[in-house]
Structure formats: structure tokens, C-alpha cells
């Protein structure tokens, strides 16, 4: 089976069924229908029109067949974060959010808020909890301090155990 590699941008997405597919633009203004879109097992994303990924097309040669089309990558080049430390990873969005794991950091930033959602939260180590005014408030195991706009004694319910 022959095939080939080629450069595409990213049209649209449809993620309601079992395989997400997009419509991609290729080669001379090819148009590709329902290519599927191989992402990672534990990571979902859909991409902003205008991504730029690699293309993969086999069979459909000239023996006819059916021809398999797939697409890897998908990188919009205003949206990705850029400069960043070796050895690092994040996770983002086209909206500015980003988790990121730098050396034995994990960092969330968001534009609006943060929301940490689970049936128990238990606090090990140091959580830093800080705004773009420079306050934090920053949890030690048995111990809370603030520092700035953020203070605990003006909070209307503080909950402790």
C-alpha cells in the first residue's frame, strides 16, 4: 500500500461521534472530508480553524481501494504557548488557560477564575493562591498565611478544622 505525507490546515471539527474527524484544507486547495484526527489516550482538545498539521493518506492508488486519511498534530501558531523551559509541559487553550508542570511546579493560570472540583481536597506541601495585585495566600500543612489585598480575617466565611 502506497502512501504520503502532507502539510494541512485545519478547517472545522466534528466531534460528536465515536472518532473526531475535521475537514482539512491540503495540497493546491485539496479539500479532505471527515479525516480522523489521532489524538493521545487522556487528552481531548478541538482545534481553532487555521491549525497547521501533518496529513497522512494511504491506498486508493491505482488499483482503486478504499483510501485511509488521518491527521497528526494540529498546531495554531497564535494560540500555543512559546519560549518555554526545556523539559516542561503544558496544557492550553485557544482562551488563554494554560496548566503547566515546570521542574516540581504545577502551575494554573487562567483569565477569569479557577475552579478545583472534587469530593475531597486535601493540601500536602505549600498551594500559592495569587492575583495580578501581587496578594497570595499561601497554605502550609497546619498553617495559613496572607499577604497583601488577600487577608483571612476579611474573607465573610472562613472555614477551618
Not at 523539559?87 to 492550553?92: E, Q, V
Not at 492575583?131 to 500543612?141: D, E, I, M, P, Y
Amino acid at each position: 500500500m502506497s502512501g504520503r505525507l502532507f502539510r494541512v490546515e485545519h478547517v472545522e471539527t466534528d466531534d460528536k461521534g465515536d472518532l473526531q474527524t475535521t475537514t482539512l484544507l491540503g495540497p493546491a486547495g485539496e479539500e479532505l472530508k471527515r479525516v480522523h484526527r489521532l489524538q493521545p489516550f487522556g487528552f481531548h482538545s478541538s482545534v481553532p480553524k487555521g491549525a497547521h498539521g501533518l496529513g497522512v493518506q494511504f491506498g486508493g492508488g491505482p488499483e482503486g481501494g478504499r483510501r485511509l486519511n488521518m491527521v497528526l498534530g494540529l498546531e495554531h501558531p497564535d494560540h500555543r504557548p512559546k519560549n518555554r523551559e526545556v523539559g516542561s509541559t503544558a496544557l492550553y487553550d485557544a482562551n488563554g488557560s494554560i496548566v503547566s508542570l515546570v521542574q516540581q511546579n504545577i502551575r494554573v493560570v487562567h483569565s477569569k477564575a479557577v475552579h478545583i472540583v472534587a469530593p475531597e481536597i486535601v493540601l500536602e506541601g505549600t498551594v500559592y493562591l495569587g492575583g495580578k495585585s501581587g496578594a497570595k495566600l499561601v497554605h502550609r500543612k497546619d498553617d495559613l498565611d496572607s499577604d497583601g489585598d488577600i487577608a483571612v480575617g476579611s474573607a465573610s466565611k472562613v472555614y477551618a478544622v
